[in-house]
């Protein structure tokens, strides 16, 4: 089993950064690749960022592409999730996620482990 742990969320304005964690346990995650969902008030949990087991292939999706960047230390057992130029519409639960040991993927259906999220607010 794998235990998923997020920090990192808060209140910040518009335009602001945050970088969230994302520590592992029980498991090396060397073997997973890593995602971010994320999931607003009334609306369905959607992907975020997906990292490969080595940190070299990443992917996200449209509606943060070229603000947030995912990465990884394996050595830690940590993902990370940094956030700039944030927006209201990032409002949202953010929980870090992996799917079984040797697969990738971006559905939350795929996901096999989940954290129990970290919440980030921005104001406008």
């Known amino acids: 089993q794998v235990q998923l742990v997020e920090t990192g969320g808060g209140l910040v304005q518009a335009g602001g950064s945050l970088r969230l964690s994302c520590a592992a346990s029980g498991r090396t995650i060397s073997n997973y690749a890593m995602d971010w969902f994320r999931q607003a008030p009334g609306k369905e949990r959607e992907f975020v960022a997906e990292?490969?087991?080595?940190?070299?292939?990443?992917n996200y999706a449209d509606s943060v592409k070229g603000r947030f960047t995912i990465s990884r230390d394996n050595a830690k057992n940590t993902v990370y999730l940094q956030m700039n130029s944030l927006k209201p519409e990032d409002t949202a639960v953010y929980y870090c996620a992996a799917p079984p040991v040797g697969a990738r993927g971006w559905s939350s259906g795929g996901m096999a482990y989940w954290g129990k999220g970290t919440l980030v607010t921005v104001s406008s």
């Open positions: 990292i490969s087991w080595s940190g070299g292939s990443t």
